[in-house]
């Protein structure tokens, strides 16, 4: 599986972004598929994920801004920004797993073994 992530780029406070994650050798339909994102000198910390089952959980810091999507037919996942923070400013990682996630392992990064190289988003004040 390779993941083919898109869509950063530099944007103003409250702006939108939209990200994207294609994926070629393997479909997403029964897996479980993640955005994490790692900021200057912090580790990389989880976002979202899109559960096998269809739940969507959110880190807290990005619950009701952002929402985690994907096209079944274009094997993509979204990532939809809104209200963009300075704080959201950092290098955006996709990632799969063959595996159906419980839900209190979804945020570990180390549940997954697929990863695309990362876009940047940048938020300007």
């Known amino acids: 599986v390779q993941l083919q992530a898109s869509g950063g780029g530099l944007v103003q406070v409250g702006g939108s972004l939209r990200l994207s994650c294609a994926a070629s050798?393997?479909?997403?339909?029964?897996?479980?598929v993640a955005w994490f994102r790692q900021a200057p000198g912090k580790e990389r910390e989880f976002v979202a994920a899109l559960r096998w089952t269809g739940s969507t959980p959110y880190a807290d810091s990005v619950k009701g801004r952002f929402t985690i999507s994907r096209d079944n037919t274009k094997n993509t996942v979204y990532l939809q920004m809104n209200s963009l923070k300075p704080e959201d400013t950092a290098l955006y990682y996709c990632?799969?797993?063959?595996?159906?996630?419980?839900?209190?392992?979804?945020?570990?990064?180390?549940?997954?073994?697929?990863w695309g190289q990362g876009t940047l988003v940048t938020v300007s004040s």
């Open positions: 990632a799969a797993t063959s595996r159906g996630l419980i839900l209190s392992t979804v945020s570990r990064s180390s549940e997954y073994e697929y």
């Open positions: 050798g393997r479909t997403f339909s029964k897996n479980t």
